[in-house]
Every structure is written in C-alpha cells, then in structure tokens.
C-alpha cells in the first residue's frame, strides 16, 4: 500500500510536534536528512483507515518563516517545492498569541492548513478556554483543541486534516495589511512580478514581493539568480530599489524597518481575533498571577540588574565558601594515597606511571569535585526556580548593543558563564537562535566562558597568587570573560559576520518553588558528567602526557655523570643530613634534565623563544599543549611537570605549594598565565562540535588560531607591562 497524500506537520520548537508524530506514527518512522544541511527529516506512515495511508513529515520547528534560519529556511523549502495537500499547525493553547504568529504566515503563503491547539491540559490548568469555534470562523481554517501527550482530540484533529487533503485546494493566499506605505509598495512589485512573471512557478507573486520587503536573503539572492538567467536583471533591480525606499521611508517616519512593521501588522491581526471573545482567562492567583508580581521586581529596570548582580555574585560566595573543607579532604586523601604508592613500589617507570600519570592527573581533576558540585548546585537553584530565563530577558537590551540576542545568554551561561559549565553543550544550545550570523557569533565567543574544566586551574592559581579576596577575583574574571565575549562578538557582527538583529520571542515560564529532589538530580548529572570525563579522557590523556614527559629519557653518558655526582657526594665527609640535601639537589637535576629531554620538554623549550614574551616557560608550555586535550589536564601536566621535575621528587607539598614557593612563580605571571588559559583555544571537544554546528572545518580553526592569538597578545601585554613596572623578574 502506497500512502494516498502527505500531511506535514508544523509549528513552533517546543510546541509538541515530535510528541504528536510519534503519537500518530509508532514504530514506522523513518529518518533521514534534509538535502545538504544537517536538519533531520522524519517521515512515518500514519493509517487514516483501512485502505488508506497518509504519509507524516515533522518539519523542523520554526518561528517564522523568514529565512532567519537553517530550520525556517528548511520548512519553507519543503512546503514551497513538495505543496503537501494538508499542513497541521500544531500551536500552544497555553501560548497562542505568540504561536499564531506562525500560522499567519502560513496563510499569507497560501498553505492549506489545520490549526491544532496543543497542551489544551496545560492551558486549563492555567484557567485558559478558548473558543475553538469561534477561533476556526475568524481564521477560516479548522482549529481542534489537543493534547500530543494524552491523545485527547487527536482523532479529530486527523479527521480535518484528512479531509482538507482530500480536497485538494487551490493555494488561497491570504491578504494582509501591512500599513499604507508597504501596501502601496506591495502593490506595485506584485504588478511587476506579475507582468515579468518573475519565479512564478514557485511563490505567488504577492508573498513574493513581501519577502523582498522584509529583505529575505534566501528569495533575493534566489531572485538575482533567477534574474541573471532569465534576463530579468532590470525587474529584480526595481524590486530592490523600491524595497530601499520604503526602508528608507519608514526609517524617516516611523524610526522603524519594513520587517518591523510586517510583524506588528500580522500580531496585530492574531491579536485583534483573539480578542474577539476567543480566550478567556481565569487567573490562577497561585502561579501566574504571583509570578507576575514577583516579576515586577525582579526584572525591574533598575533593581532588576542589581538584584542580578547580587545573586551571581552570592553564588559564588557559597560555592567558594562551602566547598573550601571537602576540598581540603580529598587533597589529602590524593597525597595520601600518591605517600603510599611511593612506599609500596620499588622505584621505576611502572610507580613514576602511578604516582605521576594516573594519581597525580586524576587525582587533581578529581579534586575540584566539590567546587563543581557546589557549583552546580547553585546554577540548579537558578534555573529550576525560573530566575535563569529572566536572566536572559534582563541581558537582551545589553546583548542586542552587541550584535547577539537574549538568547545568547543561555549558551553563555551553559558554557560557564557563570562559572562551571562546557561549551560543548553551550556550542550546541545555540541551535536555538534564529538568525545564522547571531548564532555564529554566539557559539564562537561562547568557548570565552570560564567552563567547569579551566575553573580549577584558574581556581588553583587565585588559591596560590592571590589569596586576599578569592571571591571577588574570581567574580572580576567571569566579569572579563563576558566583556572579553561581548567584545569580540561585536568584533565578529561588523566584520565576518556582519548583519540586522533580529526581536527577542523567548517566553519566560512561572517561578516555581524547585524541589530538593530536583536540585540533587540537576546537580549530580552535572557533576557526573564531570567526573566521567575525569575518569575517561582525561585519564587517557595524562597517561600520554605522563609517557611523552618520560620517554625517551636521558642517554647513558648524561646519566652517569649525575650517578658519579652521586658517588662523589655518598664518599664525601658530610653529615647526614647535608649529604641527603645535596643528593636531592643531583636528584632533581636529573630529573629536569630527563624532562627536558622529553618529547613534551622538547615541544615544550621549542615554544619557549616565543612563550617567553608573556612569561610562560617550557613546563606551562606543556600544559597549555596538554589544555588542549581537556583544559582540566592543564592542573594535572603542570602536576606531574613539576612532581617529576621537581628538587625533592618526594615532597608531599601539593602543586600549589610547589608553585607558590618556587622563585620562578609571581603574581604577574600567574596573572599572564590565568589570561591566556581563559582565553585560548578551545579544547578539542568543543573545535569538533564547532565545526559540526557550523557546517564548516574552516570555522574551528579559525577559532583556535583566532582565540589563541588573542590570548597570547592579552597576556604578553599584561606581563611585559609587569615587567615594566618591575613587578615581575
Ligand atoms: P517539538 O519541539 O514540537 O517536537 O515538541 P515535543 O514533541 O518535543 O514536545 C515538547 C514538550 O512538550 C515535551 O516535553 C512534551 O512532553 C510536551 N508536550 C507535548 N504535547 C503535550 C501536551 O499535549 N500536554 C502536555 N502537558 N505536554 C505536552
Ligand atoms: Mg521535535
């Protein structure tokens, strides 16, 4: 049996499509992709009865269908080139005013659609009704009220869908007013299109012109094409000059654009029916109406940023403040534990592979365990009691300065920046902007954010330079790194991505309570994830590290010089306890010798001619080559550099001691170094979901040249103004 017609289904992100094809579909999916982009296609068969099928498409969720996006571009595409004889709008009830706004569009296209009203249990619950039958006469489309997640009306909604795409209608575009300045404009280029007949096979000539107005790059540029073929050059000129000087004119009128004005004309269409008597509302005082009130102060224009500013900066109090003992604890366990390998095990490549590849390197990621539970716990706080989306809303007006969106936030705020996230899945977050250059440059400067992994190093050299106010510091640091994002991402909108902003649709969901169940969930899976990744790549990488810091190791002749140093010391006439130091003195020379000799000391003293001019030598070198990896291998390679090179190699003193009493350490290079680890490459995990995201290897080597040679200039100005003001030696 062959499906008789195909029924897409449409609507916002979230607004439960998936929930309903599966509903519809079971088991007889299949999934693929949409021609040359990554967009997934699903396709199912759906029975309608016995003898008939219907083919199900879930289009990829859109907001519009502008091409601001892969996803809109994608769906339009569909509906445009495949005119599938019935399209199902699914809406949420509980939102429809800002999910009409869809299906307007759908109209002026001329898609024959069925308006489902999804989540209609959700909406009761907030005290929504609407009237169903009073909202499908003034649109003229059938609405059914659903629920994807029950069922409820779900064979209703089929029933009118099915019948609409036995109909087989003529696409009837529907005619709006956009204001006189555009319909008079819109009147003229329909008149041309039409008498050029210009893309007349594809768009109807009206919805044409619109796109031309609203400055759609896919259809203009589609449209000079087109033109340059069918030596249509001069028409699709016209079109663009009259779109200029209606731009033009509004701006000088109005202080708006044409898009701007098309979309308060379609909201004030939705709004004008839904008042109309179709939704009414009963206040729930309990959710709604309080999270109103608490909203009045919370995003307030004045108090709403400070009370911000309070509470990111409270976070960070309690996660310093309360996890300072468990991190204490588990410091001393690893000591302890590295103590008694030593005593354990001869001498030898299997317990230097021990105590400094696998303990000291796990043991220092594992170590900041509790900074990134507290951490975490504190973001749970935020986000599960709604606060994090109003976050986002309270930084549009900043963001929107800088060329990104509110949206934007969030990516941030996953990569850490509020401190201790990823920006693997901050990357990926950003697949929920719209616009393609604003999502660019979000997932480019999102790596900027002081993730979980680059938190315990920075957090170890605040520990050890500067002790005074570790709080506050490390505030100051997250505080840069959003500058320091902000900055270039405005950098990146006027040069490589340059382009219009597009409006802030983000909705922001009631306060709630969060549960103590739902903190510890959101908090251990965090936590988890971290950990895993410890006991993974990171072990992986530091057994590597440890092997090319190890081999090959010194040749016969160098060692035994030092072993007749030895020699000449054992049969001197000292006392115990001098001769023992001078031991130790041969010891580590040695040692640093060996680690010199490396295949990571040769990577790392090769760097070192360009490394020192911002005052990095070869051991941070290859730690900072080791960051690459994991930044959290940073802590562990610079361990095992200075355990192994160290002069007392048995010293139980914990890297940051080490570091603290070594000569060769000072505020200044710290502070060069906690630059750079900020604001270099992103490790490898994240360049690959990069280049995934963006389509393109170009832009992951990009961001790794681009960020490293920012963060190299950053921190040699920082160390050779240190060293100008004699700060540093
Ligand atoms: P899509 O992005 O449009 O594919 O949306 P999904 O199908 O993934 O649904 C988004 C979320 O809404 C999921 O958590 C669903 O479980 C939930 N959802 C979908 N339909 C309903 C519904 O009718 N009622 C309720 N309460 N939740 C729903
Ligand atoms: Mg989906």
């Given at each position: 049996?062959?499906?008789?017609?195909?029924?897409?289904?449409?609507?916002?992100?979230?607004?439960?499509?998936?929930?309903?094809?599966?509903?519809?579909?079971?088991?007889?999916?299949?999934?693929?992709?949409?021609?040359?982009?990554?967009?997934?296609?699903?396709?199912?068969?759906?029975?309608?009865?016995?003898?008939?099928?219907?083919?199900?498409?879930?289009?990829?969720?859109?907001?519009?269908?502008?091409?601001?996006?892969?996803?809109?571009?994608?769906?339009?595409?569909?509906?445009?080139?495949?005119?599938?004889?019935?399209?199902?709008?699914?809406?949420?009830?509980?939102?429809?005013?800002?999910?009409?706004?869809?299906?307007?569009?759908?109209?002026?296209?001329?898609?024959?659609?069925?308006?489902a009203l999804n989540m209609i249990d959700v909406a009761r619950d907030?005290?929504?009704?609407?009237?169903?039958?009073?909202?499908?006469?003034?649109?003229?489309?059938?609405?059914?009220?659903?629920?994807?997640?029950?069922?409820?009306?779900?064979?209703?909604?089929?029933?009118?869908?099915?019948?609409?795409?036995?109909?087989?209608?003529?696409?009837?575009?529907?005619?709006?007013?956009?204001?006189?300045?555009?319909?008079?404009?819109?009147?003229?280029?329909?008149?041309?299109?039409?008498?050029?007949?210009?893309?007349?096979?594809?768009?109807?000539?009206?919805?044409?012109?619109?796109?031309?107005?609203?400055?759609?790059?896919?259809?203009?540029?589609?449209?000079?094409?087109?033109?340059?073929?069918?030596?249509?050059?001069?028409?699709?000129?016209?079109?663009?000059?009259?779109?200029?000087?209606?731009?033009?004119?509004?701006?000088?009128?109005?202080?708006?654009?044409?898009?701007?004005?098309?979309?308060?004309?379609?909201?004030?269409?939705?709004?004008?029916?839904?008042?109309?008597?179709?939704?009414?509302?009963?206040?729930?005082?309990?959710?709604?109406?309080?999270?109103?009130?608490?909203?009045?102060?919370?995003?307030?224009?004045?108090l709403g940023p400070l009370i911000m500013l309070l509470v990111l900066?409270?976070?960070?109090?309690?996660?310093?403040?309360?996890?300072?003992?468990?991190?204490?604890?588990?410091?001393?366990?690893?000591?302890?534990?590295?103590?008694?390998?030593?005593?354990?095990?001869?001498?030898?490549?299997?317990?230097?592979?021990?105590?400094?590849?696998?303990?000291?390197?796990?043991?220092?990621?594992?170590?900041?365990?509790?900074?990134?539970?507290?951490?975490?716990?504190?973001?749970?706080?935020?986000?599960?009691?709604?606060?994090?989306?109003?976050?986002?809303?309270?930084?549009?007006?900043?963001?929107?300065?800088?060329?990104?969106?509110?949206?934007?936030?969030?990516?941030?705020?996953?990569?850490?920046?509020?401190?201790?996230?990823?920006?693997?899945?901050?990357?990926?977050?950003?697949?929920?902007?719209?616009?393609?250059?604003?999502?660019?440059?979000?997932?480019?400067?999102?790596?900027?954010?002081?993730?979980?992994?680059?938190?315990?190093?920075?957090?170890?050299?605040?520990?050890?330079?500067?002790?005074?106010?570790?709080?506050?510091?490390?505030?100051?640091?997250?505080?840069?790194?959003?500058?320091?994002?902000?900055?270039?991402?405005?950098?990146?909108?006027?040069?490589?991505?340059?382009?219009?902003?597009?409006?802030?649709?983000?909705?922001?969901?009631?306060?709630?309570?969060?549960?103590?169940?739902?903190?510890?969930?959101?908090?251990?899976?965090?936590?988890?994830?971290?950990?895993?990744?410890?006991?993974?790549?990171?072990?992986?990488?530091?057994?590597?590290?440890?092997?090319?810091?190890?081999?090959?190791?010194?040749?016969?002749?160098?060692?035994?010089?030092?072993?007749?140093?030895?020699?000449?010391?054992?049969?001197?006439?000292?006392?115990?306890?001098?001769?023992?130091?001078?031991?130790?003195?041969?010891?580590?020379?040695?040692?640093?010798?060996?680690?010199?000799?490396?295949?990571?000391?040769?990577?790392?003293?090769?760097?070192?001619?360009?490394?020192?001019?911002?005052?990095?030598?070869?051991?941070?070198?290859?730690?900072?080559?080791?960051?690459?990896?994991?930044?959290?291998?940073?802590?562990?390679?610079?361990?095992?550099?200075?355990?192994?090179?160290?002069?007392?190699?048995?010293?139980?003193?914990?890297?940051?001691?080490?570091?603290?009493?070594?000569?060769?350490?000072?505020?200044?290079?710290?502070?060069?170094?906690?630059?750079?680890?900020?604001?270099?490459?992103?490790?490898?995990?994240?360049?690959?979901?990069?280049?995934?995201?963006?389509?393109?290897?170009?832009?992951?080597?990009?961001?790794?040249?681009?960020?490293?040679?920012?963060?190299?200039?950053?921190?040699?100005?920082?160390?050779?103004?240190?060293?100008?003001?004699?700060?540093?030696?």
């Amino acid at each position: 049996m062959t499906p008789q017609y195909t029924i897409a289904l449409a609507g916002n992100p979230n607004a439960g499509k998936t929930t309903l094809f599966n509903r519809l579909t079971g088991a007889r999916q299949h999934v693929g992709n949409y021609p040359g982009v990554t967009v997934e296609k699903k396709e199912g068969l759906y029975q309608v009865d016995e003898t008939t099928q219907a083919n199900i498409v879930d289009l990829p969720g859109t907001y519009s269908l502008t091409a601001y996006s892969v996803e809109e571009v994608v769906a339009r595409d569909y509906l445009i080139h495949e005119m599938p004889p019935a399209v199902i709008n699914i809406t949420d009830a509980a939102n429809l005013e800002r999910h009409l706004y869809l299906a307007s569009q759908f109209m002026e296209l001329g898609v024959p659609i069925v308006i489902a009203l999804n989540m209609i249990d959700v909406a009761r619950d907030r005290g929504i009704t609407i009237d169903a039958k009073k909202l499908a006469e003034l649109l003229t489309v059938p609405v059914i009220p659903i629920s994807a997640r029950s069922g409820e009306g779900v064979p209703e909604l089929m029933l009118a869908a099915v019948k609409v795409a036995r109909e087989q209608k003529v696409w009837q575009p529907l005619v709006l007013s956009y204001g006189d300045d555009i319909d008079e404009a819109l009147l003229e280029m329909e008149a041309l299109i039409r008498a050029g007949s210009f893309l007349a096979d594809l768009y109807p000539p009206r919805w044409l012109a619109l796109k031309y107005l609203e400055k759609d790059e896919q259809i203009i540029s589609k449209g000079e094409t087109t033109a340059a073929k069918t030596g249509a050059v001069e028409l699709h000129q016209q079109l663009l000059t009259r779109t200029q000087w209606v731009s033009d004119h509004l701006m000088a009128t109005m202080e708006t654009y044409p898009e701007a004005m098309v979309a308060d004309h379609r909201y004030g269409y939705i709004k004008s029916i839904l008042r109309q008597g179709v939704i009414s509302r009963v206040y729930d005082e309990n959710r709604i109406y309080t999270s109103d009130r608490i909203d009045r102060v919370l995003t307030n224009r004045i108090l709403g940023p400070l009370i911000m500013l309070l509470v990111l900066l409270g976070l960070y109090h309690f996660t310093f403040t309360y996890s300072e003992l468990p991190v204490t604890w588990l410091g001393n366990f690893f000591d302890w534990l590295s103590g008694t390998v030593n005593h354990l095990f001869p001498d030898g490549p299997l317990k230097s592979l021990i105590t400094s590849g696998i303990i000291a390197g796990v043991g220092g990621v594992l170590g900041f365990v509790p900074i990134i539970m507290f951490m975490f716990f504190g973001i749970a706080i935020l986000e599960d009691s709604g606060y994090l989306a109003r976050v986002a809303f309270m930084m549009d007006r900043i963001f929107r300065i800088f060329g990104l969106h509110g949206s934007s936030v969030m990516a941030y705020i996953i990569s850490g920046g509020i401190a201790g996230g990823c920006a693997v899945p901050g990357v990926m977050a950003t697949r929920t902007l719209r616009s393609p250059r604003e999502r660019m440059a979000t997932l480019l400067t999102a790596p900027f954010m002081n993730c979980g992994a680059k938190l315990p190093v920075l957090a170890l050299l605040i520990g050890t330079f500067f002790t005074r106010n570790q709080a506050g510091f490390m505030f100051m640091l997250t505080l840069l790194s959003w500058i320091v994002a902000l900055v270039v991402a405005k950098f990146l909108r006027l040069t490589v991505l340059k382009g219009e902003a597009t409006p802030f649709v983000m909705e922001l969901p009631p306060y709630r309570l969060p549960t103590f169940r739902g903190l510890a969930i959101h908090t251990w899976e965090k936590t988890w994830q971290y950990i895993r990744k410890a006991g993974t790549v990171i072990l992986g990488a530091s057994i590597l590290l440890w092997a090319s810091m190890t081999f090959p190791g010194l040749p016969q002749a160098d060692r035994d010089v030092f072993e007749a140093q030895r020699q000449v010391i054992k049969s001197g006439q000292l006392i115990a306890i001098d001769q023992q130091k001078r031991l130790a003195v041969v010891d580590g020379a040695e040692a640093e010798q060996a680690l010199l000799n490396s295949l990571a000391g040769r990577l790392g003293s090769g760097l070192e001619s360009v490394s020192r001019l911002a005052g990095f030598d070869w051991r941070t070198n290859i730690a900072l080559v080791g960051g690459f990896a994991a930044k959290e291998i940073i802590i562990s390679t610079l361990g095992t550099a200075y355990s192994l090179g160290d002069v007392d190699p048995n010293s139980d003193d914990s890297l940051a001691q080490t570091l603290g009493a070594s000569p060769n350490w000072d505020q200044v290079k710290a502070l060069a170094l906690i630059l750079f680890i900020m604001f270099y490459s992103p490790c490898f995990v994240t360049v690959a979901c990069i280049i995934r995201e963006a389509g393109s290897w170009r832009w992951g080597v990009f961001s790794m040249i681009f960020n490293t040679t920012f963060a190299f200039l950053l921190a040699t100005i920082v160390y050779q103004a240190g060293k100008g003001l004699g700060l540093t030696g």
